[in-house]
């Protein structure tokens, strides 16, 4: 019997798309509560992690883990009910343009026929979350880029997932939405104990994940703190991929202080302070 | 010879979603409300046109042989020819291809661009098969809806022929109408009636298919959308010559 360590686990896991590699036996794990951040140029396979993890896709070789179930060789119907544990944050939300926000948030109890009194109030609560509760009757048409995103952050968050996948939230938004999209993933993270695979290719994103978390206050408010100076708690890895390749796997500290010149190059920060970079 | 494995591999690929349709009709969950949603777009919607290429076609084609017909001083048989020709070929054919170019590039288009903007990734992620939530309600809506619209095109087409010959022709309501009565029997509309059950199939299917194989963004999109209306109007004129025989061999030379 597998001992569940992890919430999702890659061994070796390669693929090709029309002859040209895009993930080369590449093997980590993302532990329970864990956000991992994958960083990376485009086209270096990112977006294809999740996609696999998901089974959207399936790996050429190698063996890939969720939630202690090895779901490589599962068909189209059993990867259906693994689906249920995932929620998935798309690139540009991927609402449904033919559905309202509601219809959106609601869809996947709607096609679990849930009644629609309980339906209704999970879509509010979802809404809330994400503080668009008054955009509830607007079709996708009619949003912002970054509350597109945020819509697809409360669908994702329906049937309450224990992991979720986030591609790219971040990408092409101003600095202020980007920071409302990490720290939802903050509060997921830190209060509900959720395991997180978040693709960005934003320096930002790594120091709000990494340093920052969400606790409650004495009054019960939720309040987001920087971890300073203090030990490093915080839930959070990055690994930064290359051609295929995981070529850093490891904390922020230690991506701050990588020698490797493309890491050098990426963080566009040849002599890196982990101190001082989010203070 | 890239384009002949392409052609073998797309004929398989369809081969395999028809089985994947056919199968989601009878496994749970059922679609029932998202059927009905497609035969109102996709059927209802295109009763208009419809009409209007049968009432012009029929009446074309009265004025075409009613004047030969006059020759053999046969122009009371006008009704009969147009009927069967309406009923037999004209109708189903007609009001597949209008479908052809109307809802299959429509569904190829809206399948297309719901795969480019990941809209099926995300179906696929919130546990829905997208086979049976947007092909098999699509497919299932045409099969019922092609055989009404055709019916109404053959209707549309015999009253065209009824305008035309009474108000150019001069002839007699009467006469005309009795010999469209003469021309009908019931095998004649049966085979008339299963002709467009696999046109629309067929449009269906190839446009789901094109949509759901979109490569390369929008210009995928308007790839596949052209594509889709080429490749189900050349299959329903050629699978036409093959129903023609099996259905005269069958049902009305026997």
């Given at each position: 019997?597998?001992?569940?360590?992890?919430?999702?686990?890659?061994?070796?896991?390669?693929?090709?798309?029309?002859?040209?590699?895009?993930?080369?036996?590449?093997?980590?794990?993302?532990?329970?509560?864990?956000?991992?951040?994958?960083?990376?140029?485009?086209?270096?396979?990112?977006?294809?992690?999740?996609?696999?993890?998901?089974?959207?896709?399936?790996?050429?070789?190698?063996?890939?883990?969720?939630?202690?179930?090895?779901?490589?060789?599962?068909?189209?119907?059993?990867?259906?009910?693994?689906?249920?544990?995932?929620?998935?944050?798309?690139?540009?939300?991927?609402?449904?343009?033919?559905?309202?926000?509601?219809?959106?948030?609601?869809?996947?109890?709607?096609?679990?026929?849930?009644?629609?009194?309980?339906?209704?109030?999970?879509?509010?609560?979802?809404?809330?979350?994400?503080?668009?509760?008054?955009?509830?009757?607007?079709?996708?048409?009619?949003?912002?880029?970054?509350?597109?995103?945020?819509?697809?952050?409360?669908?994702?968050?329906?049937?309450?997932?224990?992991?979720?996948?986030?591609?790219?939230?971040?990408?092409?938004?101003?600095?202020?939405?980007?920071?409302?999209?990490?720290?939802?993933?903050?509060?997921?993270?830190?209060?509900?104990?959720?395991?997180?695979?978040?693709?960005?290719?934003?320096?930002?994103?790594?120091?709000?994940?990494?340093?920052?978390?969400?606790?409650?206050?004495?009054?019960?408010?939720?309040?987001?703190?920087?971890?300073?100076?203090?030990?490093?708690?915080?839930?959070?890895?990055?690994?930064?991929?290359?051609?295929?390749?995981?070529?850093?796997?490891?904390?922020?500290?230690?991506?701050?202080?990588?020698?490797?010149?493309?890491?050098?190059?990426?963080?566009?920060?040849?002599?890196?302070?982990?101190?001082?970079?989010?203070? | 010879?890239?384009?002949?494995?392409?052609?073998?591999?797309?004929?398989?690929?369809?081969?395999?979603?028809?089985?994947?349709?056919?199968?989601?009709?009878?496994?749970?969950?059922?679609?029932?409300?998202?059927?009905?949603?497609?035969?109102?777009?996709?059927?209802?919607?295109?009763?208009?046109?419809?009409?209007?290429?049968?009432?012009?076609?029929?009446?074309?084609?009265?004025?075409?042989?009613?004047?030969?017909?006059?020759?053999?001083?046969?122009?009371?048989?006008?009704?009969?020819?147009?009927?069967?020709?309406?009923?037999?070929?004209?109708?189903p054919?007609?009001?597949?291809?209008?479908?052809?170019?109307?809802?299959?590039?429509?569904?190829?288009?809206?399948?297309?661009?719901?795969?480019?903007?990941?809209?099926?990734?995300?179906?696929?992620?919130?546990?829905?098969?997208?086979?049976?939530?947007?092909?098999?309600?699509?497919?299932?809506?045409?099969v019922i809806?092609a055989p009404?619209?055709t019916?109404?095109?053959?209707?549309?087409?015999?009253?065209?022929?009824?305008?035309?010959?009474?108000?150019?022709?001069?002839?007699?309501?009467?006469?005309?109408?009795?010999?469209?009565?003469?021309?009908?029997?019931?095998?004649?509309?049966?085979?008339?009636v299963i002709k467009p059950l696999i046109f629309g199939f067929?449009?269906?299917?190839?446009?789901?298919?094109?949509?759901?194989?979109?490569?390369?963004?929008?210009?995928?999109?308007?790839?596949?959308?052209?594509?889709?209306?080429?490749?189900?109007?050349?299959?329903?004129?050629?699978?036409?010559?093959?129903?023609?025989?099996?259905?005269?061999?069958?049902?009305?030379?026997?």
């Amino acid at each position: 019997m597998r001992k569940q360590l992890n919430a999702i686990e890659f061994h070796d896991v390669s693929l090709a798309f029309n002859g040209r590699r895009v993930l080369n036996r590449m093997s980590f794990v993302v532990r329970y509560g864990e956000a991992k951040i994958i960083m990376g140029g485009s086209g270096t396979g990112k977006s294809t992690l999740l996609r696999l993890t998901l089974g959207l896709i399936k790996p050429d070789s190698g063996r890939i883990f969720v939630d202690g179930e090895e779901i490589t060789g599962y068909a189209e119907e059993q990867m259906m009910a693994v689906r249920q544990k995932i929620g998935m944050v798309f690139q540009e939300g991927a609402l449904f343009d033919s559905l309202s926000v509601y219809d959106n948030v609601a869809y996947r109890l709607r096609e679990q026929r849930v009644p629609e009194a309980e339906i209704e109030q999970t879509v509010h609560r979802m809404l809330r979350f994400v503080d668009l509760d008054d955009a509830i009757e607007k079709m996708p048409n009619e949003l912002s880029g970054g509350m597109r995103r945020r819509v697809g952050i409360a669908r994702a968050l329906v049937g309450s997932p224990k992991i979720i996948l986030y591609d790219e939230p971040t990408a092409g938004l101003d600095p202020i939405t980007a920071r409302t999209i990490c720290e939802l993933a903050l509060k997921l993270r830190d209060l509900e104990d959720v395991s997180s695979m978040f693709v960005t290719h934003r320096l930002k994103d790594i120091q709000v994940l990494a340093e920052e978390y969400v606790v409650r206050d004495d009054e019960g408010n939720l309040v987001v703190e920087h971890e300073g100076g203090r030990l490093c708690l915080v839930n959070t890895g990055v690994i930064m991929l290359k051609d295929g390749d995981i070529i850093f796997n490891g904390s922020d500290e230690e991506l701050y202080a990588a020698a490797d010149p493309y890491i050098v190059q990426f963080l566009d920060r040849p002599s890196a302070d982990p101190q001082s970079a989010g203070a | 010879m890239s384009l002949i494995i392409r052609g073998i591999t797309q004929i398989q690929e369809i081969t395999l979603l028809t089985w994947r349709v056919l199968r989601g009709i009878f496994r749970k969950p059922f679609y029932l409300r998202e059927t009905i949603v497609q035969m109102d777009v996709l059927g209802v919607g295109s009763v208009v046109i419809i009409l209007l290429t049968g009432v012009a076609i029929g009446a074309v084609l009265a004025l075409n042989s009613a004047s030969t017909l006059k020759r053999f001083g046969a122009t009371g048989v006008t009704g009969q020819l147009v009927t069967l020709s309406m009923v037999r070929e004209i109708g189903p054919l007609l009001a597949c291809i209008m479908l052809a170019g109307r809802v299959g590039s429509g569904i190829a288009a809206e399948l297309g661009s719901m795969l480019v903007s990941e809209q099926i990734d995300a179906m696929r992620a919130l546990g829905t098969d997208p086979v049976k939530k947007l092909v098999t309600p699509r497919v299932l809506a045409l099969v019922i809806v092609a055989p009404a619209l055709t019916v109404i095109c053959d209707g549309a087409g015999v009253l065209g022929g009824v305008f035309v010959s009474i108000s150019l022709m001069n002839q007699s309501a009467g006469v005309y109408l009795g010999s469209v009565r003469d021309a009908l029997d019931f095998n004649e509309i049966v085979g008339g009636v299963i002709k467009p059950l696999i046109f629309g199939f067929i449009v269906a299917i190839v446009g789901c298919y094109m949509g759901l194989s979109t490569e390369g963004g929008t210009v995928g999109v308007g790839r596949s959308t052209t594509r889709s209306v080429v490749i189900s109007s050349i299959t329903i004129i050629l699978s036409n010559f093959v129903l023609t025989r099996l259905i005269l061999a069958l049902l009305l030379e026997r």
